[in-house]
């Protein structure tokens, strides 16, 4: 972890509402893992004080480049997309502990909205394992529908499901994803960006006994472990805690997320 | 250059130390954390507290809002754990404790006066987000003076009091604490404030409300270090909206005899080492010789 | 859409006023005056008055310190020349009267009481520039409710007390003026603050200390309005840091049944219609009939 | 006076601490006289939210061109150097009591600092009307010097002093300046920029029954008469009276100036 500034490479609208960045971080030392994010300093320190938190969306090892994926949310990611080539950006990270592999064995992945940044960097390093990757992703609209193609590349198995179609209720995708857990034996299951899809991850975890993970969001200040802005409350070993989402997450084990 | 101040029997090599709360030993991948006057960990709570429903910040302009409400693990804990991670730090420790009662801070400064790692102690008297609504000791120059009071005769270590901003004449509780026995005071805690977003028509703190830091409140401090300055000797730490040197000084101006940075170092990590240099800096460039020589030297217009 | 909003007896078409202190009929060529809710002059005193030493504003992030300290010609002078001013425009005008004992308070609003181009009375019981280190009526509850009954006996025009945010509990204050027959409220007047220049180590401000106002202090006055709401039935006047109507409408969820602008009239001189016309974009989006609707209607997080 | 935008043209330094911009006002329709000035919101409505009040330098009626001449002060002014050809300005104005001419006869200009700027625009509109101008700039280095060569070419008589040189002091601007008074019969006097040079001018229009206008400075926020940020005293038939500066001045007949 440390604090350094990237050069803006590249910085487009995917669609609408979504955009993408890609830095040159070749002056980082430790690469960041599928699920870290990084803490940014994205507007002038009047409008926007705080840093956000962006997952890494993409991390390529040999370019030495890292990727985001963002909705333009408010004030701070609207001022993201003003940037240019050549602009420099500051970030601290890698932070927060990303995502655990099965040792072996296929993996269902289940995202909605913004979650398929955090995931999609996470079945990029699935494939690079030669591991069997499924994604579902859901959205408002299939116009909403995000890096379809880029999983499709890569080798994952996509299935999308939309509000508009009528596919993307939680009943739909409980069959859905049924059906690819015992057709595919499903080794492990994650989750991201809908608390919906969350529980349905939980209880699926739960009856089919497999390894399942879920990425939190929270506000944060730090972003490092010292303000306890991001608390969040987990059970394990039926103990309820109160853990820091920047440093004890952001992924927690999808068995110990209370979700209300 | 003599950047060293002293805060009671307490000498810090220099005036820059972190604001309770928002800074930690994780923070030592980012931040020189020797080159600190002091190192000043999150308040500390008797017992175990779990802290304040999320969300427990909001970005507003020019700073943020926050009701984190003292995150705490208990006094064992701290004693038995936060203190020794200190240990091979260089800058003296200023443990900030944090009760909901009179007697609760007397017990914390017991359990305390035995701890060799702690230089001074910070009593969190004004913390917004503990009580109902906002309230806080230190509001009331009575409960000021009556708590300093029982933490003296436990303790010799240096007591801070830290105030806070919310109250008709801060001049009153600053006499009340020293009149109580404090040895330094920390001006100030956090504004109460609250934000409502318009669109989902939500409050942006889970709490409702919670305390505003950062460079919007800098003028309001700059006001309550010089009336402070004017009611009472004591040392006074200044803390609220420094972002830099700059700021930091006119605090001095004021009548600070040192600061505590808490915002800035979300917004940069080594804020405060840079804060330390860009008054080095300007300490040079205006030819004076020590930092002391600022405390209160302002000019009328 | 229901613009309209009711201050005690005085029903206005809209709920946007100036803020005291920042609005003339200098504004005219820039800002249709005829679409303000209300007209509110420039706090006036019995007698003339010359101001106090310059440099009477400086700015600061987010928002300006003032030091005037109603510099005022007299009210003989203000009913002979500044009330005549107005006539021809349509909003209501409310004059804020600023005495340095109440029974010079209880003089102006006898006088004002007579005219018939005088709506309402706002009390300037918290001016920070007129008496001693920023000393206010408004700082003392038993101050504020004998001021408020004595200006009562007087008149029967709406009465606005508009209070201070210098205060501990500032709820004390408007029940204070509530119980001594305020009919409204205006939260708040500017918060005491200071600044100095580190280059030159002169105070930014003639006078040493004045008043912030602008987006700085929103936060605060969103919080001093939420707990005025929940401590009273009057209508309360929002003022302290709108820029927007975004911001007006933040406000109104707040607790505010009207706002005042000031600040944001320096920034932009038409900033009062833009404002209006924003909440009427507000409304029509979240499809609200009556602006009523957004008093006080905020939900937890 | 009205509240309008107006494009840039040209911004550049004209040395290390002044610079010069021209703007587009052709939307505009009253034209601005010498002493008036503009209130231009010259930062984000944050970090700046009070406009600053700048002289016109120079007002080109048939071009329809407006010229600042500005000093980098502080953070405002610095702000203004940003801006590039294109961006847009808003400013209020035109404001204030600008200067007045005597009947007849050759002015005499005394200029100090900044306050060139001012004095440049009179100088301009006197010959104009073809009067006889002289203007005396004082400064710091002869390198501070302003504007001599634009004056030069409209045909007014520079007289530079300089601290460096030795011939600014108070008593040598008093020589050269009486020198001129007597020789050239002048009618009037104008200063600007420095209170030791405004009340030499003060004096010598006592002595010599000169007509005097002095152009004063204020820190200010309304900049139209409304906020009296702005006051200042004059004395008028022996009265002290409190005036406005953005509407009663900024230049006021030089008799009537308190200076302390
Ligand atoms: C670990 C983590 C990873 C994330 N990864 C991504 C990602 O890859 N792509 C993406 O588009 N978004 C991601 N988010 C959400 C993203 O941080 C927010 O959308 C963003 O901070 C909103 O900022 P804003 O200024 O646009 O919105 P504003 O609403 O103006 O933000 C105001 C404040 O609220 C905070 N905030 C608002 N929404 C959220 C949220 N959902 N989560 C956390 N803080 C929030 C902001 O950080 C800021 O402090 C992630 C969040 C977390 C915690
Ligand atoms: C009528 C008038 C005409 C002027 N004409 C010119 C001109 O043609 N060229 C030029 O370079 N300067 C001129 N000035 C001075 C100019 O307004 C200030 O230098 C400028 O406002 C400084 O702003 P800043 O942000 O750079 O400095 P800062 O010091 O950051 O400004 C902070 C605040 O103080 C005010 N302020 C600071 N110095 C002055 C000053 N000397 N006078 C008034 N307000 C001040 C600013 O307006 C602002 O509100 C004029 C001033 C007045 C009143
Ligand atoms: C997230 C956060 C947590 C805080 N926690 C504490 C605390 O535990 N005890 C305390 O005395 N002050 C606490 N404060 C107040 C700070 O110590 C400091 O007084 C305040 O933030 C003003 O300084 P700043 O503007 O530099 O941030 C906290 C502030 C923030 C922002
Ligand atoms: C220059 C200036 C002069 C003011 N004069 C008065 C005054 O005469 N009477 C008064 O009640 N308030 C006065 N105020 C306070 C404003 O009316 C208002 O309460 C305050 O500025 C907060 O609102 P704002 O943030 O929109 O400016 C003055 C404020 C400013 C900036
Ligand atoms: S954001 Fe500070 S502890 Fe997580
Ligand atoms: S600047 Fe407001 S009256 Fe002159």
């Not at chain 1, 508009?164 to 209720?169: A, D, F, I």
């Not at chain 1, 857990?181 to 080794?187: D, L």
């Not at chain 2, 109460?192 to 309001?220: H, Q, Y």
């Amino acid at each position: 972890m440390k604090t350094f500034d990237a050069r803006l490479i590249a910085n487009y609208p995917v669609n609408e509402r979504y955009w993408q960045m890609t830095l040159d971080v070749s002056a980082r030392d430790t690469p960041a893992r599928p699920g870290q994010f990084f803490h940014i300093r994205c507007g002038d320190a009047w409008k926007n004080p705080l840093r956000r938190p962006l997952s890494v969306y993409n991390y390529d090892d040999e370019l030495r480049q890292l990727e985001f994926l963002y909705l333009i949310k408010g004030s701070g990611t609207e001022q993201m997309t003003r940037m240019k080539k050549g602009d420099s950006l500051n970030l601290i990270g890698p932070l927060g502990h990303g995502f655990t592999l099965p040792d072996q064995g296929p993996l269902l992945l289940a995202a909605r909205g913004v979650g398929v940044a955090t995931l999609h960097a996470l079945a990029r390093q699935a494939r690079a394992e030669k591991r069997g990757v499924h994604v579902i992703i859901s959205a408002r609209t299939p116009g909403d529908l995000l890096t379809v193609e880029a999983l499709n590349q890569i080798g994952a198995v996509v299935h999308t499901v939309t509000d508009q179609e009528g596919t993307s209720s939680t009943a739909s995708v409980r069959i859905l994803s049924e059906q690819l857990i015992r057709k595919e034996k499903m080794a492990a299951i994650y989750t991201c960006g809908s608390r919906r899809l969350s529980k349905l991850v939980q209880e699926l975890a739960v009856i089919y006994h497999l390894k399942g993970e879920l990425a939190t969001e929270a506000h944060m200040a730090c972003g490092i472990g010292d303000c306890y802005a991001c608390a969040c409350t987990v059970c394990n070993d039926n103990q309820l805690k109160t853990v820091r989402v920047c440093t004890d997450g952001p992924v927690f084990p999808i068995r110990q997320v209370v979700l209300s | 250059m003599d950047l060293s101040v002293k805060i009671g029997s307490l000498t810090l090599k220099n005036p820059v130390m972190p604001a309770s709360g928002t800074f930690g030993y994780e923070l030592a991948p980012l931040l020189d954390i020797n080159r600190l006057g002091a190192i000043v960990p999150k308040s500390i709570t008797l017992s175990a507290r779990g802290g304040n429903q999320t969300p427990r910040i909001c970005e507003v302009d020019g700073g943020m809002i926050n009701s984190i409400g003292i995150q705490s693990k208990g006094i064992d804990q701290y004693i038995a754990y936060i203190l020794p991670a200190y240990r091979h730090y260089e800058p003296p420790l200023i443990a900030s404790i944090s009760g909901e009662t009179i007697d609760e801070f007397a017990q914390l400064a017991t359990l305390l006066d035995r701890q060799a790692g702690v230089a001074a102690l910070e009593l969190n008297i004004s913390c917004p987000n503990l009580r109902d609504n906002g309230q806080a000791f230190g509001m009331s120059a009575s409960a000021t003076n009556q708590l300093l009071s029982s933490v003296r005769q436990v303790t010799d270590k240096p007591l801070i009091a830290k105030l806070t901003p919310n109250v008709t004449r801060i001049q009153d509780i600053a006499d009340a604490a020293e009149c109580g026995g404090a040895d330094a005071l920390t001006v100030a805690n956090t504004f109460l404030a609250m934000a409502i977003d318009t669109e989902s028509r939500k409050t942006r703190i889970g709490n409702i409300m919670g305390g505003l830091s950062g460079a919007a409140v800098k003028p309001l401090i700059v006001r309550l270090i010089y009336q402070v300055h004017q009611a009472t000797n004591l040392p006074i730490i200044g803390s609220g909206g420094i972002m830099n040197g700059q700021d930091a000084v006119e605090m001095f101006l004021a009548g600070a005899t040192a600061v505590q940075i808490g915002t800035a170092t979300f917004v940069q990590p080594n804020a405060m080492t840079t804060i330390i240099d860009e008054i080095i800096t300007y300490l040079e460039r205006h030819r004076i010789g020590a930092v002391t020589d600022l405390i209160g030297r302002f000019e009328l217009a």
